[in-house]
């Protein structure tokens, strides 16, 4: 059975990486993808770029910004295209040859566990410079995550998830469709989803050069005590998680059983708890990070 994938790349201001980015996907050894594209109003010749490549643009008339971005690009395929599966792809990184190819493998092998559920596949990434130079192999490794952590209550706190490596099924696009403004980004949210109604799955191997530079929108900063301090300074480290939670539960509340009701009612309420509440409503739920530097900052500071 042919499985179409619809790619969807996000661009604005991307011509100093963009090429290598659109080469890397021409060399997949997977083949039967298409790819939509939008600009958010580049000033530099991105768009000049992406007129030489065998694409599909859509016309934007104003900049929206990252998330709001692909919130559009994955509408525009869902209404437009048949496509089973949907991939995100950033401007500036560079995909391996088989990166389609795993992704699918591990995708199919979900759906004959599972059936047609909401289901989302991620990989592992190899950290690079500017120059496409190893960091590290791994991104699991230099951020010290656990990818296989991703309950509903462990994805309400640390994302897990990175966007450009994911491939989600049309179940999953439907139902997590429109993306809310509330949601910290659009990764953060299908995974959510996913995890609250589907299935979430992972490709240990890395797949993709994860570039990060000084202009990248979202990247990584590796786990470092430097990092971890600047973090512990943070006036609250989860209010924006407690806002994308509030909204997750005004959007699916219908969908949910109680209890998961209960835990995201008292996470959304957990800013006007006391100061021994809140670190009960935390341990209850098991509300927690990754490691113990994190939950260590994230006591302290709560």
């Known amino acids: 059975m042919v499985n179409n994938i619809s790619i ?4 604005y201001n991307a011509s100093h990486y963009l090429k290598i980015q659109l080469d890397s996907l021409s060399t997949q050894t997977y083949k039967n993808f298409k790819i939509f594209v939008r600009d958010d109003l580049s000033t530099d010749n991105t768009l000049e770029i992406l007129n030489s490549y065998n694409l599909e643009i859509i016309s934007s008339t104003q900049n929206v910004g990252i998330q709001r971005n692909f919130n559009i690009l994955l509408d525009y395929a869902l209404q437009r295209s048949d496509d089973k599966y949907f991939m995100f792809c950033d401007q500036d990184d560079a995909w391996q040859a088989d990166k389609i190819e795993k992704t699918l493998i591990k995708m199919k092998e979900l759906e004959s566990r599972f059936g047609e559920i909401p289901l989302l596949v991620h990989t592992d990434l190899v950290v690079v410079n500017d120059e496409l130079q190893t960091v590290d192999k791994s991104f699991f490794h230099y951020e010290q995550i656990n990818p296989t952590l991703n309950e509903l209550n ?135 990070k990754q490691g113990f530097l994190r939950n260590l900052g994230l006591v302290l500071k709560i």
Request: glycine share 6%; proline share 1%.
């Open 154 to 288: 462990r994805l309400l706190m640390q994302n897990t998830i990175t966007g450009c490596t994911v491939m989600i099924n049309k179940k999953l696009a439907e139902l997590a469709m429109p993306i809310p403004v509330k949601a910290i980004m659009h990764d953060r949210w299908l995974g959510l989803a996913a995890s609250c109604f589907g299935k979430i799955g992972t490709v240990t191997e890395a797949t993709i050069l994860y570039r990060q530079h000084g202009y990248n929108s979202v990247g990584t900063k590796g786990f470092k005590l430097k990092y971890f301090i600047s973090n512990l300074l943070r006036k609250n480290i989860v209010s924006r998680n407690i806002v994308q939670a509030k909204a997750f539960l005004e959007i699916y509340r219908k969908s949910l059983d109680d209890e998961t009701i209960e835990m995201l009612e008292e996470f959304s309420n957990l800013e006007s708890k006391s100061f021994w509440k809140k670190r009960k409503i935390l341990l209850k739920y098991k509300l927690l």
């Open 8 to 11: 969807l790349l996000a661009t």
